[in-house]
């Protein structure tokens, strides 16, 4: 909770822009001595604020947060658009939900995790997203 608490304290201090991009170890360092004498910030703690919000808000600002989830939000929304237009119990349809149940566990993990700023999980996603869209243009384009 402390790096949480730091990240707040750093989102005040910089709302529009936050420190930088990937610039949360500076912010670390200067807001952490605040709570450094309740808790020792580790090596971990210097790469994020183990919260995916609280992380992109402080390096990019509430501009930057608010970009992040409108592309995240687009992106769930229009899977879940896209399986509407499957029939029930199609594989297509499945495939549309399962990719949008991955989404929101990726969303609700983010408040314990920065885990849709690491390459692996955002190729994976993309991918998803991506297979999802094209199986309906394709199903759309065939039918």
């Known amino acids: ?3 949480w608490r730091t990240a707040v304290d750093i989102i005040h201090d910089n709302p529009v822009a936050g420190v930088g991009f990937k610039q949360w170890n500076k912010g670390l360092a200067e807001y952490g001595k605040k709570y450094s004498e309740y808790w020792k910030f580790t090596g971990a703690a210097s790469h994020h604020a183990h919260n995916l919000y609280l992380s ?3 390096e990019t600002g509430i501009v930057g947060l608010s970009l992040f989830m409108s592309f995240w939000f687009y992106a769930v929304y229009a899977v879940f658009k896209i399986a509407d237009r499957f029939p029930q ?3 297509d349809r499945a ?3 399962g990719v949008f149940s991955g989404l929101i566990n990726l969303l609700l993990g983010g408040m ?3 885990n849709l700023l690491k390459p692996q999980t955002l190729l994976f996603a993309a991918f998803l997203v991506s297979l999802s869209i094209f199986t309906a243009g394709a ?3 065939a039918g």
């Open 1 to 3: 909770f402390y790096l």
């Open 56 to 58: 992109v808000a402080a």
């Open 89 to 91: 119990g199609s594989f």
């Open 95 to 97: 495939l549309a939900l």
């Open 112 to 114: 314990f995790e920065v």
């Open 139 to 141: 199903k759309q384009d």
